[in-house]
């Protein structure tokens, strides 16, 4: 029987970590190219289109302008844009689409040349440098020094308050997914780290250091999406998407209505609902971790541990290479690359585990793979379960 | 709330538009603004047209000015000029009318502050007729 299932089934990375001879709209480029080189579909066949600017204001690289950019003549597109997250909610509005019949074959992709552009600004450099007078509910919070890192060490801040997390169940993040960096010969940083060089690491806002936090670089990414039917006839085994859900719980880190829960307690269960697996069943996580503390809410919010037990788990080894659910194995935006908005690449990682050609960081017969994006400030958070099995 | 008169602020500003304007124009004359729903009595900030549980119109109510910490970061590094003058302490702060209100926290040492202390809110003008709202041990 002809499925309409709706499956990944071409993946493309653009070139990273450091590439200052591409711009945000080429890196888009270069990483649908692959995608579709990947899985040998005929482009023509492409008729949905989904995609959100990774280059920001003056880009040129928004989805219609990308639409074009690419010769999709689409049937179907979506350029929704909530932040790192993006491509989780992409994926889950695509696979509706496909699933409905509003389209048979979608284009997702990403690009951002956000180091070779803005260098570190994004971080602690001065994202609001001009004196331009804030708008909407950003002045709330910008006018008094608020920089990006210091909105996540709110969150974790409070952590350790409610549950007596320390810096160095943080930094056990850190140090795991260092680690699959290492395997990775693209990453930004490859060198171990100990838990010792985290908290010995300078502090940025309290009680975030500067290895808690996330690499900038550029990059890109691109994924295909089709049915299952169509899917036979390319060349790569088909991923199927057993559920995607998201949900937005505030925008403004101001606004987080608990600091310690993150929106992936309403979308975690969602998607697993969808996917009828369980928390247990999932042999890889890639998780955003834009923060290590975004990592850890994460979890908690996923159920892979109790809420308050995030330090605990970590600390047993879960993460790592070789545990139960190793997380972040293409070395994460913590070491890897992480160009404005990571989530396409949570999405690629969980493919490439599936397919089994994640080289050595291969987790050994992976069968379900979970990629759980955050966008804003903890704020828009999308889980997307895949399987390398129809579902049942 | 108490109101320091500061004409040399380097930072952003706000600007002010809609109900915003509202908050900081109060603030400069020393009262802290949030909002209650007449219909539902829900209260809310940051202002807005809109009641966020109702879907009715909010209205003004003062807040009394006090609330206590309910987290908190050192800032220890940002690039931009205006906040050279490192390190300061940020604080979303619990206030007793039900809502929690984002600020600077300023009058202690940085390794002082702690989850749960008592703080007092106060105004600190970035032009003549607008001012933030900042916070201090009570």
């Given at each position: 029987?002809p ?33 579709i ?13 989904v995609s ?15 639409a074009?950019?690419?010769g999709?003549?689409h ?15 992409h ?21 951002s ?30 006018p ?15 952590h ?17 997914i ?7 010969p693209d ?17 940025i ?11 900038i ?122 160009p ?43 889980t ?7 579902p049942? | 709330m ?40 829900h209260?809310q ?22 609330g ?33 209100m ?26 003549d ?5 900042f916070?201090?041990?009570?």
């Amino acid at each position: 029987m002809p499925s309409r299932d709706p499956v990944i089934c071409g993946i493309g990375l653009s070139d990273y970590p450091v590439v200052p001879h591409l711009n945000s709209v080429q890196h888009h480029a270069l990483a649908a190219r692959r995608a579709i080189a990947d899985c040998g579909i005929t482009k023509s066949a492409i008729d949905g289109y989904v995609s959100t600017s990774g280059g920001g204001p003056g880009a040129g690289d928004d989805a219609v302008s990308m639409a074009e950019y690419l010769g999709v003549n689409h049937r179907y597109i979506d350029g929704t844009m909530v932040g790192g997250s993006s491509f989780e909610f992409h994926v889950q509005h695509a696979a509706a689409a496909i699933r409905e019949g509003l389209c048979d074959t979608v284009l997702v992709t990403y690009g951002s040349d956000q180091l070779t552009r803005m260098g570190r600004v994004l971080g602690t450099g001065g994202f609001q440098r001009d004196a331009q007078p804030v708008a909407g509910a950003m002045q709330m919070a910008t006018p008094y020094g608020l920089p990006l890192v210091g909105a996540y060490a709110l969150a974790a801040r409070r952590h350790m308050h409610e549950f007596g997390t320390t810096s160095e169940q943080l930094a056990e993040i850190a140090v795991g997914i260092r680690e699959f960096a290492g395997l990775n010969p693209d990453a930004r940083y490859r060198d171990p780290i100990t838990v010792d060089d985290v908290v010995n690491s300078r502090m940025i806002a309290d009680p975030l250091h500067k290895l808690d936090c996330c690499v900038i670089t550029d990059g890109g990414g691109a994924l295909v999406m089709t049915t299952e039917e169509i899917a036979r006839d390319l060349c790569q085994p088909p991923i199927y998407v057993l559920g995607a859900a998201g949900t937005q719980t505030h925008w403004n880190i101001h606004q987080m209505p608990d600091f310690t829960e993150m929106g992936a307690a309403v979308c975690g269960p969602e998607a697993f609902a969808q996917a009828g697996v369980t928390p247990s069943d999932i042999d890889t996580a890639q998780l955003y971790d834009s923060f290590t503390i975004t990592v850890m809410l994460m979890l908690e919010g996923l159920g892979f541990c109790g809420r308050g037990e995030g330090g605990a788990y970590v600390e047993e080894g879960h993460l790592r290479r070789g545990g139960s659910m190793p997380t972040n194995t293409d070395g994460g935006g913590l070491s890897s690359n992480h160009p404005g908005m990571r989530g396409i690449f949570l999405l690629i990682e969980a493919v490439r585990q599936l397919r089994g050609d994640a080289g050595e960081a291969q987790v050994p017969n992976a069968e379900l793979a979970l990629a759980c994006g955050s966008g804003g400030w903890l704020s828009a958070i999308a889980t997307v379960i895949l399987g390398k099995d129809r579902p049942t | 709330m108490r109101v320091v008169r500061d004409l040399e602020w380097q930072g952003p500003v706000p600007a002010g538009e809609g109900e915003y304007g509202e908050f900081f124009a109060a603030a400069a004359e020393g009262r802290l603004l949030i909002q209650q729903c007449p219909e539902c009595g829900h209260r809310q900030h940051y202002p807005r047209a809109i009641c966020t549980a109702c879907g009715a119109e909010p209205e003004w109510m003062e807040a009394a000015g006090t609330g206590t910490v309910y987290t908190y970061t050192v800032v220890r590094q940002y690039g931009v000029p205006a906040f050279a003058e490192l390190p300061y302490v940020l604080a979303m702060i619990d206030l007793p009318e039900g809502v929690r209100m984002f600020g600077g926290l300023t009058g202690i040492d940085p390794d002082d502050v702690e989850i749960g202390m008592p703080v007092t809110a106060y105004a600190r003008t970035y032009d003549d007729t607008h001012a933030l709202v900042f916070w201090e041990p009570a």
